[in-house]
């Protein structure tokens, strides 16, 4: 998606993007010195293929992000660029997830997974674990 947007980011009178990109998700690293002061943290990431259905417009990766990573994007674009961000996306999207003979394309989705045990003796600690899983999309 990063590439699709720099046909937009950079054109004069763009209503436009941020000129600086940050991932949605931080490496898993980045999240313990955040959590493992409020107790005992266990970080980790897995990786699946998630099957996506064809679609009647556009490439399947797209209908998958249009409501989630493209959202965003698509919300600070006039009509005109939505449509040169969409179609710059859907090429790139065919040579990254290369569609299979049914239409269909596996597309590799990242799963990070964060539980954090607070001892009891925490103040506000309402329970002693709580689990929080996030997933990014590498579209």
């Known amino acids: 998606m990063r590439s699709a947007t720099q ?21 898993p690293p980045g999240y313990w010195p955040l959590l493992s002061p409020l107790g005992r943290a266990d970080i980790w990431e897995t990786e699946y293929l998630q099957h996506l259905a064809p679609v009647a417009e556009g490439h399947p ?13 698509l919300a600070r674009l006039d009509t005109a660029e939505q449509a040169t961000f969409l179609s710059t996306y859907d090429t790139a999207l065919h ?9 269909s394309a596996l597309m590799p989705f990242r799963r990070l997974f964060l539980v954090l045990e607070r ?19 590498s579209a």
């Open 95 to 103: 040579d990254a997830y290369p569609l299979l003979t049914d239409g």
């Open 7 to 27: 046909s937009v980011w950079y054109r004069p009178g763009s209503t436009g993007l941020s000129q600086t990109w940050m991932a949605p998700v931080a490496p």
């Open 61 to 73: 990766v797209r209908a998958f992000t249009l409501s989630t990573a493209a959202r965003p994007v």
């Open 119 to 137: 001892p009891a003796n925490v103040p506000g600690a309402a329970s002693p674990s709580h689990s929080l899983a996030h997933g990014g999309g």
